[in-house]
């Protein structure tokens, strides 16, 4: 049995296929495409799927969409009828994209899948289960679990925001659900685009921006009770009803009143490129919290419903390692599994799981304490062969080497301070590099934070880079259970690692509190002493693993610094010529991709020149 499962046509377009149950391959659009949140029809990942599976479109069982076009129609049409006449210039402009794209949507579907190859309606069905389904299903099916609580939670699908079911075996069973236009990640999403980031991209530097929201307490605490007496009523089961004269996106093309936000809070809307004032840090703080109550309290839910020793996460807001930590902490489960891709990208791996289990009728392999993920490395991968000839084709000057002989090269260089671009094997699945598609720094270094944001990522300086630490060591640095192999979830830096700040340090602006270093690890501890935690195993990831273990040995560290490989506004690399070309766009050191090694210096300047590349801000 062969399935393909498909997101597409909102963001973060991806495919994935299946073969007898088993996931195969996974990869979002914009990998191949180069244009970050990629919503098209997402070409390029089907092809390097069915290649990955030596399966052709006919040999295919069934094609699966993520949600239900017609049951988000309805929603949207009556919206609108609810919204007249505040609504119309909406629905002047949403509905022709609506009837000639969307409403006709297998129409489209299938003239996408005939670019690739002979595809016939007739004997392939085109299945459409709804958007919580799917999330629910890529949670639970690949989890470690037998049973499980299952917990998705995002902006909204077709009517649902959120959703409590209970999983066993092949089914799920949905319990309560809650629906638009009252959302816990559309709560979130306005908080976004009122401190001046993007939504449905920038949700994660309001998230990293929290923590610096500690200047003022009684101010935090302050917009925290306006947050929840003015713009909405969290209820003791989780869900909450948003205030409908504070929010537009139900009624225009506008996320939030301005207006009535700007008086409520005495703050003005911030624009992209101003400056970062302390009244911005502390109301991230507030809606973080916010968030964290009310997914704690549905996590609560959850179990009160179900009665589980496990719950499973997935949709946008299981992307909030934060909130994903509190209720870790909280002890509500003894056991927590998150899907590593949960926003909509990881729609395509969940309904062809759903497909396979619930509409084909196949059971679940049992558990074997490990997940069925494979890593979360399920994207394309490329021979020695590829990169000599990128390196022919581009000018590029590398190394070849054995494999102990590179890890022990490249460990040596960033126990030097060097920042190192790692290339390796299969790219990840999510929107977290995990050490295929990487770069690399030394965790020691008070300055390595700044360097990477301001020179090689070109980002905000405020935000926080993750450790990738060996998982036999994990517990020795950081608090916890010392296992987050997809970097879902944050963890304290332990207290003997920690180091004495000055009395009036809480007190500070967010851009002093940078120049004090917090650990001994200071360039992955962020300003709360948390951390976003990566636990790397060798048995997923073997050559990663052999890497940090060099490092340990030279450093007496077990731990690296690790953030996605690529610059502000541009997805992570995927192809050998990506990652050259990113590495001579930026300040990086040194390259390595599979067993060959770049140095900077060794490359011709002249090359920055014609391989110059430009993103558009995220």
């Known amino acids: 049995m062969k399935i393909l499962g498909l997101s597409a046509f909102y963001h973060d377009s991806a495919a994935a296929l299946l073969v007898d149950g088993s996931v195969v391959a996974a990869a979002q659009q914009e990998r191949f495409s180069r244009k970050k949140h ?78 690739l190859g002979d595809f016939d309606p007739e004997s392939t069905p085109l299945l459409f289960p709804e958007h919580h389904l799917s999330h ?8 470690p679990f037998d049973e499980a609580a299952v917990l998705t939670v995002d902006g909204v699908g077709e009517w649902t925001t959120a959703s409590i079911s209970h999983a066993k075996g092949k089914e799920i069973r949905f319990l309560r659900t809650m629906k638009f236009p009252h959302s816990v990640g559309l709560l979130y999403s306005a908080f976004t685009w009122f401190l001046g980031f993007r939504v449905n991209s920038g949700e994660y530097k309001l998230m990293g921006l929290a923590p610096y929201g500690n200047i003022n307490p009684k101010r935090v605490e302050r917009f925290k009770q306006q947050i929840l007496s003015s713009l909405v009523t969290l209820f003791d089961d989780g869900s909450m009803d948003l205030h409908a004269p504070y929010f537009r996106y139900t009624s225009s093309l506008e996320m939030i009143h301005t207006q009535r936000w700007e008086e409520l809070f005495a703050l003005s809307r911030r624009m992209p490129d101003d400056d970062l004032l302390p009244e911005h840090c502390d109301l991230a703080l507030a809606i973080q919290q916010v968030t964290e109550e009310s997914v704690l309290r549905l996590a609560s839910t959850a179990k009160e419903l179900t009665g589980s020793r496990n719950l499973c996460l997935a949709g946008g807001v299981a992307l909030n390692c934060v909130a994903n930590a509190v209720v870790q902490s909280s002890g509500l489960f003894e ?73 022990e090269e490249t460990a040596g260089r960033l126990a030097n301070g060097r920042v190192v671009g790692w290339f390796q094997g299969k790219m990840e699945w999510g929107p977290r590099a995990l050490g295929n598609r990487s770069i690399l720094g030394d965790p020691r270094s008070g300055e390595m934070q700044r360097k990477l944001n ?109 953030t996605s490989f690529n610059v502000r506004g541009e997805p ?8 050259f070309v990113c590495f001579m766009n930026t300040e990086m050191d040194d390259l390595v991709i599979g067993n060959r090694i770049y140095h900077k210096e060794e490359q011709d300047p002249a090359l920055k020149r014609t391989l110059e590349t430009q993103y558009a801000p995220d």
């Not at 006449?85 to 994209?97: L, Y």
């Not at 629910?136 to 989890?143: D, K, L």
């Not at 890593?375 to 000018?395: I, K, N, T, W």
Request: charged share 25%.
């Open 136 to 143: 629910a299903a890529s949670a639970f099916f690949p989890s």
């Open 335 to 407: 056991n927590l599994w998150i899907q590593p891709a949960s926003g909509d990208a990881g729609g395509a791996l969940g309904s062809a799981l759903a497909a396979h289990h619930i509409y084909f009728d196949q059971e679940r392999a049992a558990p074997e304490g490990k997940d069925a993920m494979k890593g979360a490395f399920l994207g394309p991968q490329f021979s020695e062969d590829e990169v000599l000839q990128m390196e022919r084709e581009l000018g590029a000057s590398g190394h070849g080497m054995e494999f102990k002989a590179l890890t």
């Open 38 to 115: 990629d919503a098209s029809f997402p070409t390029e990942a089907i092809r390097y799927c069915l290649e990955q599976g030596d399966v052709t479109l006919s040999d295919l069982t069934a094609v699966v969409f993520y949600d239900k076009p017609l049951l988000k129609f309805d929603r949207l049409m009556e919206t609108y009828a609810a919204g007249v006449p505040w609504g119309w210039k909406q629905f002047v402009t949403a509905m022709p994209i609506w009837l000639k794209e969307k409403l006709f949507l297998r129409r489209t579907i299938e003239k996408g899948l005939e670019t």
């Open 454 to 562: 301001l020179k090689i990522k070109y980002r905000e300086s405020f935000r926080p880079f993750a450790p990738s630490v060996l998982a036999e060591y994990s517990q020795d640095y950081f608090e916890g259970p010392g296992v987050s192999p997809y970097m879902l979830l944050t963890a304290p830096v332990k207290k003997e690692h920690r180091k004495e700040l000055p009395d009036d340090y809480l007190g500070r602006h967010w851009k002093e509190k940078l120049y004090f270093e917090r650990s001994s690890v200071p360039a992955v501890t962020h300003i709360d002493f948390s951390a976003r935690l990566q636990t790397v195993h060798q048995e997923t990831n073997p050559r990663y693993w052999k890497l940090i273990e060099a490092f340990r040995k030279k450093a007496g560290v077990p731990m690296v610094v690790n």
């Open 572 to 579: 992570i690399v995927c192809t050998p010529k990506d990652a």
